[in-house]
T-cell receptor
Framework: DAKTTQPPSMDCAEGRAANLPCNHS???????VYWYRQIHSQGPQYIIH???NNETNEMASLIITEDRKSSTLILPHATLRDTAVYYC?????????????FGTGTRLLVSP | GAGVSQSPRYKVAKRGQDVALRCDPI?????LFWYQQALGQGPEFLTY????????KSGLPSDRFFAERPEGSVSTLKIQRTQQEDSAVYLC????????????FGPGTRLTVT
């Protein structure tokens, strides 16, 4: 599985965009990048995933560099409810099932 | 619709006791996972079921840990002779298919061994 590097913590003002980076320089060609978040005392929640192209859904946008060695999760207008730990997870190729390998993630604090 | 539910939400056990943690996945979901999350860490994989078959148990930390899903729906994670190092949050997740990495997590069971 590809290794990831994420900053341990980030701060963001409410209403501003939160840009969460992730390095995954050892990612292989057929591995997707998945993002999950975990709000305090809850289970992780799926946010978005991508392979090569940028992706957008109702929760966030995902920008993947052309060489696929890094990606950025963008929360366009952060709210207090977005305070959580965010995990970047390259998915293993050909494992036969979808085990998620979490790192330690980025703790995002959104302040008023 | 109903999400993944887990019970109990909190469990305190004395060292040496056996515990059983229950997971009710989303109806019809083929895949079921158990993860263990220590304080301040990300979740770590324990075991995987496809329907009633336990296809991977490589993450179970010792033979005191046992999981089952006899009818391909509800699953139970059992820990025998609990130790203090078993204190953690135990998370259950399900997904509709074998190939989908989008997993739906329950709220977890916080186990404290005293």
């Amino acid at each position: 599985d590809a290794k990831t590097t994420q900053p341990p913590s980030m701060d963001c003002a409410e209403g501003r965009a939160a840009n969460l980076p992730c390095n995954h320089s050892t990612i292989s060609g057929n591995e997707y990048v998945y993002w999950y978040r975990q709000i305090h005392s809850q289970g992780p929640q799926y946010i978005i995933h991508g392979l090569k192209n940028n992706e957008t859904n109702e929760m966030a946008s995902l920008i993947i560099t052309e060489d696929r060695k890094s990606s950025t999760l963008i929360l366009p207008h952060a709210t207090l409810r977005d305070t959580a730990v965010y995990y970047c997870i390259p998915t293993g190729a050909n494992t036969g099932f979808q085990k998620l390998v979490f790192g330690t993630g980025t703790r995002l604090l959104v302040s008023p | 619709g109903a999400g993944v539910s887990q019970s109990p939400r909190y469990k305190v056990a004395k060292r040496g006791q056996d515990v059983a943690l229950r997971c009710d996945p989303i109806s019809g979901h083929v895949s079921l996972f158990w993860y263990q999350q220590a304080l301040g860490q990300g979740p770590e994989f324990l075991t995987y079921f496809q329907n009633e078959a336990q296809l991977d148990k490589s993450g179970l930390p010792s033979d005191r840990f046992f999981a089952e899903r006899p009818e391909g729906s509800v699953s139970t994670l059992k820990i025998q002779r609990t130790q203090q190092e078993d204190s953690a949050v135990y998370l259950c997740a399900s997904s509709p298919s074998r190939t989908d990495y989008e997993q739906y997590f329950g709220p977890g069971t916080r186990l404290t061994v005293t």
